[in-house]
């Protein structure tokens, strides 16, 4: 039944489709013109512990700031994605994007540095070094895992001093 269906008909040529490759990651404009000399990479490994830090609030604010920050009173005005990057790319990377983020008097930023599902069982690299370098940084009032719908655990939600 199914051959007398098909009885007189063409079949179609090959297209010469071609398949599609992964679009280059996008980086932010304000991020691919090189940095000024004035930012320095005062970012350590050292002392970084195989669990990373599921919140930070910096010395004498009030736990109410993490809260609020929670519970989203300061929305995201930027993000920054570190997939696929080693730890010296991505340490660079966060210390450039947090710069501008505070030269653009930005309040709130994400960054999403995945949860490392490729890491044996163990907690991603680059979260771990993410959120440890984010406690160094002396701009960074606090930061906390962002919501699940802005990445859950492979991101945290950074609170910056104002200017």
Partial sequence: MFRQSLEGVTPIKPSGRITPTRAPRKIPAHLQQPSPSMVADTLSDHGASDEPVGEYLSNGLNRMTLRKLRRGEWPPQDSLDLHGLNSEAARRLLVDFLYHATQNS?????????????????????????RHWLTQYPQVLAFCEAPQKAGGGGAVLVLLKSQ
Avoid: A, F
């Fill in 106 to 130: 930005l309040r709130c930023v994400i960054v999403i540095h995945g949860k490392g599902w490729r890491s044996e069982g163990r907690e991603g690299i680059l979260k771990t070094l993410t």
